[in-house]
């Protein structure tokens, strides 16, 4: 096996890995798990939100989880964990990395859409941060659930 082989291998893993540990975190009762994720600069940032009953939820607002800060902080580091080993793949392989992911995981079907960015997304910016953008996305996909709604 190639090293390009093994870099997609482990982007599919990782992707499969922190769904499954969002999906595990929220405990059932959710439509979907959108997670955003950011490797910029090699900076880790994991951040996976839910769609509940038509309602868009960030991982401290589920009803029916645990949602205690220590398994937020679990969830997290699980997270940045995985984001950590893809970051590693592609610096053995000589691949790029995405600065960004955006992936979106349907449970009723289990597809998964995934989106990729390599340039900068905030850090070429005075006042933007990976907060601000995964709260934007979060903010669209609200719209787009309430315009369906």
């Known amino acids: 096996m190639n090293e390009n082989s093994d870099f997609e291998e482990v982007l599919a893993d990782v992707q499969s890995e922190m769904v499954a540990a969002s999906l595990e975190y929220a405990e059932g009762g959710v439509s979907d798990v959108y997670i ?27 009803l029916n989880a645990d949602t205690s800060i220590p398994r937020q902080r679990s969830l997290v580091k699980c997270g940045n964990a995985q984001l950590l080993r893809l970051w590693e793949a592609g610096t053995k392989s000589g691949r790029p990395v995405p600065s960004q992911l955006k992936l979106h995981y349907v449970v009723a079907n289990g597809s998964l859409d995934a989106q990729y960015e390599y340039g900068p997304q905030y850090s070429n910016h005075w006042t933007l941060t990976v907060h601000d953008i995964s709260g934007t996305w979060q903010d669209e996909i609200r719209g787009e659930t309430d315009g369906r709604a």
């Open 36 to 62: 955003y994720a950011s490797t910029e600069n090699g900076s880790m940032f994991f951040d996976p939100f839910f769609v509940v009953g038509g309602e868009v939820v960030g991982r401290g607002k589920l």
